[in-house]
């Protein structure tokens, strides 16, 4: 696992480096920008009508693009023209040799085999290679994915991952075993972080009803679907799906989701319900979901059941036992109740800024205003721009007779407020009252 971790960690910065110094030609201005914003039909576009006395600039961006779109025979004419200048050209050569292998051919991948003094190459030992035998190109696919493994960070900025790099050796993957369901499935997922909704819908159709990848992928068309279109085209995909797919339970809870961030609890309800009834392996989750819905529409005693519920099966989820004790908080009942829980869920979770703002609100209830208001500051740190825990910190203050604070975070709050926040109409009366006394 460490050398496949090193092989990756030279990779990307060997692939980051490999840019030759660039021409000042419009197509290739064009051309890097497109292949900077993962425009990779426009790479080729832009190559298409450049001057062929510029390829050297930008061949490397039109190799890697052609690769990504999967188309192979420019890829391969493109590997051959790097190799001419660059004969150790790392990407060109990965390339040669995945074609060549995939129509049979072996000579390639073992005139490559060795770099300079006649030294193995690492990566080819890896993705090619096992016990001195070239592997079998299903094998080699896969080795192509765990590469692609090791380099993703989930923790590493979008700005800092380098996208083209992943689906580069994700596509070489699946070029070298097409039915390799998971290298796609995969391919589809990076499109979709480079918001490339419609190349990443047609990477999900490759892969068939029968594989177990399936339902993640149509699941996934569903949201692509979801980011790019209104309501009602929503809301017709999604059930087309769910229908097509027999009401599948993983989808159908898509489609109760995508109702309960509509705001359409009711529709919401009457699916988590369905699904409840299947008594599924989340089923702790979906009474919590039902119990959102059902507290948004302002039934509380039902929203309360489910909560409970949920707890009855998963006693220490953090974010249940948040909305749990901070409704009862609300409605100035079991306060000390509600303490112990939320003491529980911030030990649990302690970088959640809502349960830090609910447990800040139970020491205001319990009139420890100091802690209260130490808290709640922790709360505005972490996110400055929250309505409703600017507007809490005004509450407290005003308790401990800071009122210049509070009427300062009150109006900042009333400034920031969405209206589904519901709490406008709050502030203004309490900045009224204070007005008028």
């Not at 991948?109 to 770099?115: A, C, G, I, N, Y």
């Not at 797919?245 to 961030?261: Q, T």
């Not at 800040?360 to 740190?381: H, S």
Request: net charge negative; aromatic share 14%.
């Amino acid at each position: 696992m460490l050398k496949i971790a090193k092989i990756s960690i030279f990779l990307l910065s060997f692939f980051l480096s490999s840019v030759i110094s660039a021409s000042e030609s419009a197509s290739y201005l064009i051309s890097q920008t497109a292949f900077n914003n993962y425009d990779y039909n426009q790479v080729l576009s832009e190559y298409k009508n450049a001057s062929k006395e510029n390829f050297k600039d930008d061949y490397l961006d039109e190799l890697i693009s052609a690769v990504i779109i999967e188309d192979i025979k420019l890829a391969e004419n493109i590997s051959k023209k790097i190799l001419l200048i660059d004969s150790n050209n790392q990407e060109a050569k990965l390339v040669s040799v995945v074609i060549a292998l995939n129509n049979g051919n072996t000579t390639e991948l073992k005139d490559l085999r060795f770099v300079e003094n006649n030294t193995k190459n690492d990566l080819f030992e890896f993705l090619f290679f096992l016990n001195d035998k070239i592997k079998k190109n299903n094998d080699v696919s896969k080795s192509f994915l765990e590469i692609v493994r090791s380099s993703y960070s989930k923790n590493t900025n979008d700005s800092y991952q380098n996208y083209s790099f992943l689906l580069f050796y994700t596509t070489l993957s699946i070029i070298m075993d097409n039915k390799n369901y998971e290298a796609i499935l995969i391919k589809g997922q990076l499109l979709q972080m480079i918001n490339d909704y419609f190349f990443a819908e047609a990477t999900y159709l490759k892969i068939p009803a029968s594989n177990d990848y399936f339902i993640d992928a149509q699941r996934n068309i569903a949201f692509n679907y979801s980011e790019e279109n209104g309501f009602d085209d929503v809301e017709n995909k999604i059930t087309t799906i769910v229908k097509k797919n027999n009401d599948d339970y993983e989808l159908k809870k898509l489609l109760a989701d995508f109702y309960r961030i509509e705001k359409k609890y009711n529709i919401a309800i009457e699916i988590y319900s369905e699904l409840i009834d299947t008594k599924p392996n989340d089923l702790w989750y979906t009474y919590y979901l039902r119990g959102i819905c059902y507290e948004q529409s302002d039934n509380w005693e039902k929203a309360e059941l489910d909560f409970l519920q949920s707890l009855k099966i998963k006693r220490n989820s953090p974010n249940v036992l948040n909305y749990l004790a901070y409704g009862w908080i609300e409605r100035d009942i079991k306060i000390d109740e509600s303490f112990v829980m939320l003491t529980d869920a911030y030990n649990a979770n302690p970088d959640s800024h809502y349960i830090l703002d609910s447990l800040a609100w139970a020491y205001f209830k319990k009139k420890d205003f100091v802690k209260a208001a130490e808290l709640m500051e922790r709360v505005i740190d972490m996110v400055p721009g929250e309505a409703i825990s600017l507007d809490h910190l005004g509450d407290i203050y005003f308790e401990m007779n800071r009122k210049r604070e509070a009427i300062y975070f009150w109006r900042q709050a009333k400034d920031l407020a969405k209206p589904e926040d519901e709490i406008i109409s709050k502030i203004e009366s309490k900045l009224r009252d204070y007005n008028a006394s």
